[in-house]
């Protein structure tokens, strides 16, 4: 159900500081920004991706008509902590948001990239999971925002607009993108930024006993009741690493020993089951027909810039804030470890003016790199405090080698079998290496070429040492970098 416009719109012209100050026909000529943020998106699970039954015909499109960066990867495997690196273009070991607890305060004290695109005139809006602290009350850098409090809900979600929270009837993702297309609609004397960061495809644990659910929602999944069921049936088939004993992980004792604890303590066996909840294949239907909102979503915005004739001058990115797991090394609904299946991204870039359809790099990039990309598209200088890279030369066509920092650093009480798990780990093009900080003796190193469902942990192979001892002080070199500028 459509809502009335909120207040906050009509009086947006009011609410952007400096805007006076940049000539109308510069600010014109400047690109639009739409940065869409899809919550717990593996890199592969969408149509053009290899999904095998979901239909996401837009982003399709965007990955068809722009850049899809096939080797992006995650700067932290978490969801509050990377979008701070989203937005900041910083590790989560700078910008403090290190995990999921509220940190209302902190987030509202970040340097963001919406910040400045607002000092230079654009008109700048967010919508949807904040998710960095409980608090939805407004933070800098935006003139209209529409927050859900916490992980928020998918249907019938809390919002706060116009200077309250209230309910609002209907589906989230429908919700926010009615909110998006009117902002776009109302916002066409400068250039603009939406900020979109769903709730879907994230699960609803406040749904679960919400009789206004549609039947078979019941895990948390929940899609738009014109989707659910639209896979029912379906089967997916599973990646050739999945693990179902302790035994399976024999060369990875820390992980092992960590998932042992959730069966309680005392010794385990390595014939044991790893007792872990399965996310089998109605979970991953329902998360596939919660995408088909998202999709949808997607489609309309692009519409509603086709009509304005906005499109081609808008820098579009889809992104997702971590991966997650299928059962790959024994892990399910989890996204942290940093394993692939949590630390790969999907990152589609399209803006004709500069990045040729269909292209493809193949070049190591993280979510570190999108804020100041979105600096040097908007032709404004590069935060001195951001640690990630412009991803500009790539949109032309240019490669870079490099070696990428994964870092976690603490986990919550909800997970207390992995509240050891801290680690910083090194990604390069062939290799991974992961320091466990809380078991120094028990790193990891996969050659990623011969084994990219990293099934063999090569880092007491002997022939692999001088690759490890490598890699060991090329990651010393990145902890001691962000750490540097951090202070």
């Not at 549609?214 to 690493?241: F, I, M, T």
């Not at 976690?408 to 992961?434: C, G, Q, W």
């Not at 011969?450 to 490890?468: G, K, Q």
């Amino acid at each position: 159900m459509r809502q009335d416009i909120p207040r906050s719109l009509c009086s947006l012209g009011l609410t952007v500081l400096a805007t006076a100050s940049v000539p109308r026909a510069e600010a014109q000529s400047r690109p639009n920004f739409l940065v869409v943020v899809v919550d717990d998106l593996r890199w592969d699970e969408f149509h053009a991706a290899g999904h095998p039954f979901v239909e996401t015909p837009n982003l399709d499109r965007l990955a068809s008509e722009g850049a899809w960066f096939r080797n992006a990867c995650h700067a932290v495997a978490l969801c509050s902590p990377n979008r701070a690196t989203l937005l900041t273009g910083q590790y989560p070991s700078t910008h403090g948001i290190v995990d999921n607890i509220a940190r209302d305060k902190a987030s509202h004290e970040l340097r963001t990239f919406p910040q400045a695109l607002q000092r230079a005139g654009y008109r700048t809006a967010f919508l949807g999971k904040w998710h960095m602290g409980n608090d939805p009350t407004p933070r800098p850098g935006f003139d209209y925002w529409v927050a859900q409090p916490g992980q928020g809900r998918s249907v019938n979600p809390e919002f706060f607009e116009d200077g309250r929270l209230h309910t609002v009837e209907g589906y989230t993702t429908d919700l926010l993108t009615d909110r998006a297309v009117d902002f776009l609609r109302r916002a066409r004397d400068a250039p603009f930024l939406v900020y979109l960061a769903h709730k879907a495809i994230h699960p609803d644990i406040t749904q679960l006993n919400d009789a206004s659910v549609a039947p078979g929602s019941q895990d948390n999944y929940v899609p738009a009741p014109r989707h659910l069921g639209r896979y029912d049936g379906k089967a997916y088939p599973r990646r050739a690493n999945q693990a179902t004993t302790l035994g399976d992980l024999i060369d990875r004792p820390a992980v092992r020993r960590a998932l042992a604890r959730l069966a309680g303590p005392g010794p385990f066996s390595d014939s044991a089951a790893i007792p872990t909840p399965p996310t089998d294949d109605a979970m991953i239907r329902k998360r596939a027909e919660m995408l088909l909102a998202v999709d949808e979503s997607l489609g309309r915005i692009l519409a509603v810039l086709e009509e304005q004739g906005r499109l081609d001058n808008t820098v579009i990115v889809l992104t997702s804030d971590n991966g997650f797991f299928f059962g790959e090394h024994g892990l399910s609904t989890e996204r942290r470890l940093p394993y692939e299946e949590a630390i790969r991204n999907v990152l589609l870039v399209r803006y004709p003016p500069l990045v040729r359809a269909g292209l493809r790099p193949s070049s190591l990039v993280s979510t570190v790199d999108v804020a100041p990309t979105m600096l040097e598209l908007a032709g404004l200088p590069r935060d001195r405090l951001m640690q990630g890279r412009s991803l500009v030369p790539l949109l032309k066509g240019g490669a870079w080698q490099r070696a990428l920092l994964v870092e976690s650093d603490a986990y919550e009480n909800p997970f207390p079998h992995l509240l050891d798990m801290d680690y910083r780990a090194v990604r390069t093009a062939r290799y991974k290496y992961i320091h466990w900080l809380k078991h120094p003796d028990e790193d990891e190193l996969y050659d990623l070429a011969a084994d990219s469902l990293e099934t063999r942990n090569i880092a007491r192979v002997a022939r692999f040492a001088p690759v490890r001892d490598s890699l060991r002080r090329e990651l010393g070199r990145l902890v001691a970098a962000s750490v540097g500028l951090a202070r």
